[in-house]
């Protein structure tokens, strides 16, 4: 296995043809993320972020350049391989939640494990414990439809840790999302990246770019900025928010 | 943290098995949220199994009694007349042979009826019905011993002349003597074809009285039935039969003949409704196909969440396969069940090998309708925000022109979307024309069958009347029935069964009229016969004997050969097509003088039923010819269900599409409103975005059915011995009602979905 | 501070300290803490302008307390404060000086500029969202500074992000 690198871009090239003009959306990239790290991706729209997660997790294919991931490549697997891939490794999480309406939260998050493999009793076990860590427990056997927007993004959470993945992908989880349950949804990111996953978020708010260990600017399709974000103190000064923020007038 | 690293190690089968129930709690949520489509699916399935099952009892059943005739009574499949008793014993050896029937003696005489004489044929059965060939008693009393004066007359027999159980039954035996019996029960049989069609009717006496009305040996005849392990082996085991006795065979019938006698035009109403059948099926597919395709893009949304957590495309089809299968499976066993419900009612159900059939057709139906939406269904990209809308159409030139003349907006906002998304209008267009083909083909039959009613002499019917001389000499009848006011000639003529050397069987061959002055048969290829030793066949014949016009045929008529050209084809509606029609003067003189009986064709406008009575009240014996229509009459029946059941396909199809269409109009609805049009208005742009399809499907399917009708009529006529030259197209008048009608009920069909989406408060930034 | 204590005032006379403890149980953290001597200063100030004035109450054992009370001239210096719409935010922004003067002066390059103060709002919003953290969910009006400043700050990070787009080629 490769020196932690959970994932790894060579030159990623995406371009969309679309009736006559080719428009690129994604134009050499290199990423690199290790294995723990928390990784925000930001950018105005039409940067060519979504893009570039959606081919991280082989939910669209790439027009050249290698991707790698867990020191496997990833880019010349046929769609069914990308989805065994996808299965084990990644963890998707969507701005509009994506669950089955028809099902109910269990089944929902049982799903990947059943098709990981795991036997119905596997996948019960790791959905309560799931939920339990996520505060869903008693919404266990509800339609997604009863549950509000944070619930279902915390729901989508679950069951986009089912199988362990290697890396987590989520394009805009806030994006839909009211401030106090967006909120919730920081804190559980926070808490999984300190109990070690790999995160990959592409988003504009920057309350969750503020959280991540490393934020990455895409303009145009291309890298502009890439490094770790300064923090103003390493200390929790004790405090009101009166001493931090200046009231004027 | 619970480790689940252990599992990973689980290989293949674990991760199919697991596979497979999620995708199962996935259908089972599925289905459980639409259960009423759901149910529609399986009801539709399952009616078009009960009526694909009710329609071929009914065609086995209604139009050929003969297979429960044959099973209930144990019918014999050969029936064999020798001069004398056979050998039995060889009979019964013969490879194939499982029971015999018989022998009975036979004895032709004649029932005194009303002052008419009808010849009939007496048959000797015990007074303990036998095993095989067992006539099945309807009405009144079986032979009795102790009234030896009973005679049990067959059904139609009985029904043609008005006889009942008690009814006096008067015989005259061939040496003159008249003998009083009377009628003591009707029963009908397998082994007997109906009457008139087949002749001289049947009458069974117990021996004793056999012997009273005939009692010379000389005259009478033996026949004997042979019931064979396998009906498919008929034709082997009479030749078997012919050469083990030699010359004593006169005459062999096969339950071929007697069920074709008993069904005439079953081959034509079979074809019919194999071709309706067949048809609807397709039509079914379509309408399964559309419904399955329209709920797979409904579900577009969940399909990419489950491809972007890790189901494979090859996963996703099977899965969609499984779940609409498995309702086409439901509603087939459904069906099975309520088909044969109705149809025990009506009559013998159907064997198990053609239930079957239906069941494993409209399996493979269901399965290739519902395979192309599931693997469209599989190839869902992964991305489920990808799949946010239809591509839109845009303003061309000519909708620009169009405003710009000040043609209504709606109109040509209308007209613009049925033409910038093809795939979708060209699917609802496609899904209208082939029920409207159909419908149209139908229509066709119905206009054929009006033609036969309306000109019997195209199916060779000009003859209503046939008269029989009975007492009279047969110049005495002729003269009688031509001084009839109505009567405007008198053809002679006279019906035959012709052997065949190489056949096994006896075709029927026709007399009528003479060479110089023939019968107007109705000859639709070559050209009709002029003189002695010309001839006119019917498809069936020019078929069974592998020849064409132009071939001389040699045939053995009552031992005396008989050498004809065949000149022309003739629409046949007997006898599935296999009669030889020529001139009286090409038989024998002994088979054609006197003729058997005189063809009457009556003055136009005059009524059958009366020109019959009054003959009647001459002492001659008339029969009335039955239109081949009427006989098919049942035919208009199921034109008229499936009518209704394409229709509502038809209408099923609309309502997928303009649902879907409605759908993918959820956005510009909501633009069109802000730009001033009125509730109304949005309405009526809707409408005409289908409607100009519903228009186009209509007009294309009728003019498709129009074209093909007189073609695949012909077809079938062709097949079913009947002959090409009966098909027609339906009229003018009947397809332009048809196609309003469809068109209005299509518009119709559109606008209530759409006034409840043009009032509907939609906004504009709702979330897709 | 002058006018927080004219609004306590409305509400009921008080002396200084008393209003120390008003100001800091009304605001709680959100209120940088309130020194007392500055308190007096004010309250001096506003005693000498005529919007307040004060009264000497008896105590025993200690010396007299000064109650303040809210004048006429006070009460409408408070309503014209309530009505007169408060001033937005900046309208010049330094960072903004440094973007369009840097290039010209060879000083530093605007995209590193910009990735830096970047770097540093992202910074700014994770102390604040640790503080939202520390903070008790019941003290309202901490809550609602602090998402002020997280929503002001957002703003900027987008306004970054617009000059980004705009000033690259």
Redesign the interface.
């Known amino acids: 296995m490769q020196s932690g690198a959970v994932v790894r871009t060579v030159n990623l090239v995406k371009i969309y043809q679309t009736g006559g003009l080719p428009v690129p959306a994604v134009r050499g990239v290199d990423l690199e993320v290790a294995d723990g790290e928390f990784v925000a991706i930001?950018?105005?729209s039409g940067s060519g972020k979504s893009t570039l997660i959606h081919m991280i997790g082989g939910l669209d294919t790439r027009t050249s350049g290698e991707i790698w991931l867990d020191g496997q490549r990833a880019d010349t697997l046929s769609e069914s391989g990308w989805a065994v891939l996808r299965r084990e490794k990644v963890g998707f999480v969507f701005q509009f939640f994506n669950l089955v309406a028809t099902m109910t939260v269990a089944d929902n998050v049982e799903l990947p494990a059943l098709l990981g493999g795991a036997s119905a009793r596997q996948a019960r076990e790791r959905r309560e414990y799931l939920l339990g860590e996520l505060g869903l427990t008693e919404r266990a056997e509800a339609a997604p439809a009863q549950l509000s927007g944070g619930e279902q993004q915390r729901v989508a959470l679950a069951r986009a840790l089912a199988n362990q993945p290697r890396l987590l992908l989520a394009d805009e989880p806030t994006g839909n999302l009211d401030?106090r349950n967006g909120?919730d949804v920081?804190?559980l990111l926070r808490d999984i990246h300190e109990k070690g996953q790999t995160i990959i978020v592409v988003t504009?708010?920057?309350?969750v770019?503020?959280?991540a260990d490393r934020?990455v600017?895409l303009?145009d399709g291309q890298i502009?900025?890439d490094?770790?974000?300064?923090?103003?103190?390493s200390s929790?000064r004790p405090?009101?928010?009166?001493?931090?923020?200046e009231?004027r007038? | 943290m619970i480790t689940m690293r252990g599992r990973q190690g689980s290989g293949n089968p674990a991760r199919s098995r697991g596979a497979g129930v999620g995708a199962g709690r996935w259908v089972r949520a599925d289905l459980r949220a639409r259960r009423g489509e759901a149910f529609l699916t399986v009801l539709a399935v399952a009616g078009i199994v009960a009526a694909l099952i009710v329609g071929a009892t009914l065609l086995e059943d209604g139009t050929n009694p003969w297979r429960g005739l044959s099973a209930r009574g144990h019918s014999a499949h050969v029936w064999i007349h020798t001069k004398d008793t056979p050998d039995v014993a060889a009979l019964k050896a013969l490879d194939g042979v499982s029971e015999l029937a018989g022998p009975y003696r036979t004895a032709p005489a004649t029932l005194a009826d009303h002052g008419r004489k009808v010849p009939m044929a007496l048959q000797e059965m015990s007074a303990a019905l036998p095993a095989v060939g067992r006539p099945l008693l309807v009405d009144g009393r079986w032979l009795d011993p102790g009234h030896p004066e009973g005679v049990v007359v067959e059904r139609t027999f009985a029904n043609a002349l008005n006889l009942r159980p008690g009814s006096p039954f008067t015989a005259v035996g061939l040496n003159g003597a008249t003998h009083t019996l009377f009628v003591s029960g009707l029963a009908e049989s397998g082994d007997q074809g109906f009457y008139p069609e087949w002749t001289p009717g049947l009458v069974w006496t117990l021996p004793e009285t056999l012997m009273t009305v005939e009692p010379a040996p000389g005259r009478t005849e033996s026949v004997t039935g042979l019931r064979l392990r396998d009906p498919d082996d008929t034709d082997l085991v009479v030749q078997r039969a012919v050469t083990t006795l030699g010359g004593q065979v006169q005459r062999v019938a096969t339950w071929r003949e007697v069920r074709a006698s008993m069904a005439l035009d079953n081959r034509l109403l079979g074809l019919l409704l194999a071709l309706f059948g067949g048809v609807g099926l397709v039509a079914a597919a379509l309408a399964l196909a559309n419904a399955t395709g329209g709920r797979v893009l409904m579900q577009r949304r969940d399909l990419a969440t489950l491809k972007s957590i890790g189901f494979t495309s090859r996963q996703i089809t099977r899965m969609l396969m499984a779940e609409h299968v498995s309702l086409g499976v439901v509603g087939i066993v459904v069906g099975l069940i309520a088909g044969r419900t109705v149809a025990m009612v009506s009559g013998v159900p159907l064997s198990m090998g053609a239930l079957l059939w239906i069941a494993a057709g409209t399996l493979l139906v269901v399965v290739v309708a519902v395979w192309l939406p599931a693997w469209r269904g599989g190839r869902t990209p992964p991305i489920p925000a990808a799949t946010v809308g239809p591509p839109r159409g845009h303003l061309s030139r000519i909708a620009r022109l169009a405003l710009l003349v000040r043609l209504p907006p709606a109109l040509v906002l209308g007209a613009r979307d049925a033409f910038t998304r093809r795939v979708p209008a060209l699917v609802t267009t496609v899904g209208l024309a082939v029920p409207m083909m159909m419908i149209t083909i139908g229509l066709g039959c119905w206009a054929t069958l009006d033609d036969f009613a309306k000109n019997p002499a195209k199916v060779g019917q000009a003859a209503a009347l046939t008269v029989r001389a009975g007492d009279l000499t047969s110049d005495e009848a002729r003269r009688r029935a031509e001084a009839d006011p109505d009567v405007v000639v008198a053809y002679p003529g006279a019906e035959l069964d012709a052997l065949v050397p190489w056949q096994t069987r006896t075709v029927r061959t026709r007399a009528l009229g003479t060479s110089a002055d023939p019968y107007p048969f109705p000859v639709v290829e070559g050209r009709m016969f002029h003189e002695r030793g010309e001839a006119v066949a019917g498809q069936g014949l020019l078929d069974l004997l592998n020849v064409r016009i132009g071939d001389r045929v040699r045939m053995t008529i009552g031992g005396t050969p008989l050498i004809v050209r065949i000149v022309g084809r003739v629409v046949e509606p007997e006898q599935d097509g296999e009669v030889l029609s020529f001139g009286t003067d090409s038989l024998a003189a002994k088979d054609s003088v006197p003729p058997q009986f005189y063809a009457l064709v009556l003055r136009n406008g005059a009524d059958p039923g009366q020109v019959r009575a009054r003959l009647q009240g001459q002492a001659l014996e008339v029969t009335q010819a039955v239109n081949p229509a009427d006989r098919l009459s049942v035919i208009r029946v199921i034109i008229v269900a499936l009518v209704v059941v394409l229709a509502l396909i038809g209408l099923g199809n609309l309502l997928t599409a303009s649902a879907l269409s409605l759908r993918d109009h959820v956005r510009d609805l909501a633009v069109l409103k802000a730009m001033g049009l009125t509730p109304r208005q949005v309405a009526a742009t809707l409408v005409t975005a289908t409607g100009l399809l519903v228009a186009a499907g209509v007009l294309c399917g009728a003019a498709a059915g129009a074209v093909l009708s007189t073609g695949l009529i012909d077809l079938e006529g062709r097949g079913s011995g009947v002959g090409a030259g009966i098909g027609r197209a339906p009229t003018l008048a009947m397809l332009t009602v048809a196609v309003l009608v469809a068109i209005g009920s299509g518009l119709l069909v559109a606008l209530i979905p759409a006034r409840g989406a043009a009032r509907a408060q939609v906004g504009v930034t709702r979330a897709v | 501070m002058r006018?927080h204590l004219l609004a306590l005032l409305a509400k009921e006379p008080a002396h200084g300290y008393e209003l120390k403890q008003a100001l800091e149980l009304t605001?709680?953290?959100?209120?940088?803490?309130p020194n007392i001597g500055q308190i007096y200063v004010t309250l001096g100030r506003l005693e000498k302008d005529g919007l307040i004035r004060a009264v000497d109450v008896e105590q025993s054992n200690r010396p007299n307390k000064k109650v303040y009370y809210l004048t006429a001239a006070g009460r409408e210096a408070l309503d014209a404060w309530v009505d007169e719409p408060?001033e937005g935010p900046r309208v010049r922004d330094e960072f903004f000086m440094k973007l369009i003067l840097a290039p010209l002066t060879g000083i530093a390059d605007r995209?590193t500029l910009i990735?830096r103060q970047?770097?540093?709002?992202?910074?700014?919003?994770?102390?604040?969202?640790?503080?939202?953290?520390?903070?008790d969910p019941a003290n309202r009006p901490?809550m609602l500074?602090?998402?002020g400043?997280?929503l002001h700050?957002?703003a900027d990070?987008?306004w970054l992000?617009?000059c980004?787009?705009d000033l690259?080629p």
Request: aromatic share 4%; charged share 25%.
């Open positions: 930001m950018g105005p401030s909120r920081l804190r504009h708010d920057a309350k770019a503020g959280m934020v600017m303009l502009v900025d490094g770790r974000s300064v923090r103003r103190t929790k405090g009101g928010a009166g001493d931090v923020i009231l007038g | 006018l605001f709680g953290s959100a209120y940088p803490s408060t995209m990735n970047r770097r540093h709002y992202l910074g700014l919003m994770r102390d604040l969202t640790d503080l939202t953290e520390a903070t901490a500074l602090i998402e400043a997280m700050l957002q990070l987008d992000e617009r980004q787009e690259t």
